[in-house]
């Protein structure tokens, strides 16, 4: 049995904890620097993101988002998600894989728990549960519906209640995606001397254009980037039948070729099982095509939007978890696969994997 140790838990409850719904990161940025700098991290907070660094910041580059998917008060008792306000769109155009599951998960969130919190301080706002969840016919965006948050005004957000679980074969929780962001924080502890970057409002579509500013500022002429995730999959088995999660492209830009073949070549060496996501959802398109079914999107990730707007200045590739679950309460992921995601992260990153976490 795989055991994650009580000093990585440690940082994952305690950022699990912490609100951090789109739009409304601020707070969850205060607690994240206080967390890396205990570590020894030189952390600088930009517009959108969080930059830690080592004592030699260009050896490797990691980047995780931070937010997770809740609520925001649009007006009076008046609820919708946040990512579609803080993107600024108002209805589901289906062109991502998020938008493809919001329309599958809207009858999921009945009786769930929820808090809101000023986005700056994090200050408690007050708490109730979702009695209902709806797409609007009108606004054609989910609408939700919730008790004892009348008191609050238009701009609030109202995060999801969460609380990690560790059954000794899984970990679950609201984990996309505070589950890698943690792990890139664990790595400073361990010695990571390069640069790990935790973006705003990814859920959004946003967070590229914070991270893409930072490099045409600081970065070098070329800069290579590994952006960590989760990856969502149907149901257990499927998630199982690889341990990490690799791409060669999203439905925004082709990933680099050396750095996915590095990947492959360092999961290789450590023994880890993987599978190419886009490969995998070809796969499953041409079946859905045989059946006269629409396709499914690529995906829409933080790597393939930077790639694709940088004309050069950045390229790199993906790491991800699998997991089920995906934008619930529920997203589990194995304890196999998250020691697995660690041992690559340490190889990458020059920073000895600990015998036991």
Known sequence: MVVLGNAFQDILKSLVRSPSVVGAEHSFFRVLQRELEERGANVTWYEGVLVAQGNDPFSMMFSAHI??????????????????????????LGNSVSEELIKMIVDRFGDVDVFAYEPWSGAYRGSGKISGTYVCPYRNNLIFELTGMSHLVAGTPVAFRDQLRNDG??????????????????????????????TAQEEAG??????????????GSTNQLVVVDT????????????TLVLRHQDANAKFSESMTSQLAATCDLLGVSYQYKDEYIINQNQQLSQQGLAPKSLGSTEMGRIIAASGGLVDGTTLQIPTTGYHTMNESASLFACEAFLAVLCRLGGVTMPSRL
């Not at 590229?208 to 490099?215: D, G, M, T």
Request: charged share 20%.
């Open 169 to 198: 074969d899984s970990l679950t929780g609201q984990l996309d995606n505070v589950l890698t962001a943690a792990m890139l924080v664990y790595l400073f502890e361990l010695g990571f001397q390069g640069t790990a970057f935790f």
């Open 67 to 92: 937010d997770r998917h809740g609520l925001v008060c649009t007006g009076p008792n008046e609820f919708q998600y946040a990512a579609f306000v803080s993107g600024g769109r108002s209805d589901l």
């Open 231 to 242: 990856s969502p999959f149907p149901d257990t088995t499927a998630a199982r039948a690889q």
């Open 206 to 219: 946003r967070s590229w254009r914070y991270l893409l500013e930072w490099f045409r500022r600081f970065g």
